[in-house]
């Protein structure tokens, strides 16, 4: 999912997390809560996305795969320079190409009905963009929470 034109993280970047609160009285499920470690790796190596954790309330394969699209997508997006889009709470990043880097997924929890695999995607993309405002402003991650629009 990356090009030879990939440039690596500039710094680790450990900690982010991600939460799409549980709309109430809602039809649609939106609940979903990620926590990811970045890191660099060689200019041009492919990124990866890695599961270093037990999902609650059980694993859900269906789930982690769709955060591992979102963050694989995210890092291999060529230029951003959009917005939040349609994601309250969700960080903004710029940059110029697609980011190598090595995912290491630490949390996941899901709730059995107020989830879905959308959710999870979107919580991909929003870490990877929290992430690289990290590394390009040399903070440290700030939590992000967000309520998942799903659109119909």
């Known amino acids: 999912m990356t090009t030879a034109h990939t440039v690596p993280l500039s710094r680790p970047v450990r900690g982010v997390q991600v939460r799409s609160r549980q709309t109430v009285t809602a039809c649609v499920p939106t609940y979903g809560r990620v926590e990811l470690d970045f890191e660099p790796l060689p200019e041009g190596a492919p990124s990866s996305c890695e599961f270093d954790c037990t999902?609650?309330?059980?694993?859900?394969?269906?789930?982690?795969?769709a955060l591992a699209?979102?963050?694989?997508?995210?890092?291999a997006a060529g230029t951003s320079d959009e917005p939040s889009d349609e994601t309250p709470g969700a960080p903004e990043?710029?940059?110029?190409?697609?980011?190598?880097?090595?995912?290491?997924?630490?949390?996941l929890s899901w709730h059995?009905?107020?989830?879905?695999?959308?959710?999870?995607t979107r919580l991909g993309v929003l870490a990877?963009?929290?992430?690289?405002?990290?590394?390009a402003a040399g903070r440290e991650p700030e939590p992000v929470v967000t309520r998942v629009r799903l659109r119909p």
Do not use: I, K, M, N
């Not at 699209?69 to 890092?75: H, I, M, P, S, Y």
């Not at 059995?112 to 999870?120: G, H, I, L, N, Y």
């Not at 990877?128 to 590394?135: F, G, I, K, T």
């Open 112 to 120: 059995w009905t107020d989830s879905c695999e959308p959710v999870f």
């Open 55 to 65: 999902p609650h309330p059980e694993r859900a394969p269906e789930y982690e795969a």
């Open 93 to 107: 990043v710029r940059r110029s190409g697609p980011v190598g880097a090595r995912v290491v997924v630490r949390d």
């Open 128 to 135: 990877v963009r929290e992430a690289l405002s990290c590394a």
């Open 69 to 75: 699209r979102g963050v694989l997508q995210e890092l």
